[in-house]
């Protein structure tokens, strides 16, 4: 079956230090990783996906993440935090199998402060 | 354009009840995916639909179903409601449901609370 984790149920980083949320994968074959942001009362916002190519993804409001196949991970990250950054992240698996069907991990709140 | 669309935003029901779920894609979007966020908690996959058709299905027991009508538009229904239902409803739409490198695009949710 295929799983993410994140590790961290919260994350703290000052605004304008860079800023890394963990998720780890597993899958058996090449997998479709994605991250999405939530804001409270909001729905899932899309940010960057890995499907092949890169390891180094770009995606939305300057975040990029990293696919490591050899750690199994695809940690999130960004040069420099905004408060604004802060809200709830989530890391998501593809199915390989059925791949109509999504995973995504618990969350990772991430704050950001002044 | 107009992104995902979801109603109602907010319901509460009583334990035993039904309810009834609304969603609208983004126009051009053909396939359309329900989850269940419990909160505290990642989304949870309960059914995707591509061209009316069901074409995957979560660990939900059969009081929920769903269907997606000709203009791409979907309903999830609940019935014998359970408190455990609380929860906040997402719908999320995307091109087709056969490219697996397409992302999901989320509507806003409804919160259903059931008391």
């Known amino acids: 079956a295929q799983s993410v984790a994140q590790p961290e149920d919260q994350v703290n980083v000052a605004e304008g230090n860079p800023l890394t949320v963990k998720c780890t994968y597993s899958?058996?074959?090449?997998?479709?990783l994605f991250w999405y942001v939530q804001y409270p009362n909001r729905g899932l916002q899309f940010l960057l996906k890995?499907?092949?190519?890169?390891?180094l993804v770009k995606g939305s409001y300057g975040f990029e993440a990293e696919f490591n196949k050899s750690q199994t991970s695809f940690h999130l990250k960004k040069p420099s935090a905004l408060v604004s950054d802060s809200a709830l992240y989530f890391c998501?698996?593809?199915?390989?199998?059925?791949?109509?069907?999504?995973?995504f991990g618990s969350g990772t709140k991430l704050n950001v402060k002044p | 354009d107009a992104g995902v669309t979801q109603s109602p935003t907010h319901l509460i029901k009583t334990r035993g009840q039904h309810v009834t779920l609304r969603c609208s894609p983004i126009?051009?979007?053909?396939?359309v995916s329900w989850y269940q966020q419990v909160l505290g908690q990642g989304p949870q996959f309960i059914f995707q639909?591509?061209?009316?058709?069901?074409?995957g299905r979560g660990n939900f027991p059969d009081r929920f179903s769903a269907r997606q009508f000709p203009n791409y538009s979907s309903e999830l229904n609940v019935n014998a409601l359970l408190l455990g239902d609380s929860a906040l409803y997402l719908c999320?739409?995307?091109?087709?449901?056969?490219?697996?490198?397409?992302?999901?695009?989320f509507g806003p949710g409804t919160r259903l609370t059931v008391t």
């Open positions: 999320a739409s995307s091109l087709s449901s056969r490219d697996r490198s397409y992302e999901q695009y």
């Open positions: 899958v058996s074959g090449n997998p479709y």
């Open positions: 890995y499907i092949t190519g890169d390891n």
């Open positions: 998501a698996v593809r199915d390989i199998q059925d791949f109509n069907k999504f995973y």
């Open positions: 126009s051009g979007h053909k396939s």
């Open positions: 639909y591509y061209e009316k058709e069901e074409r």
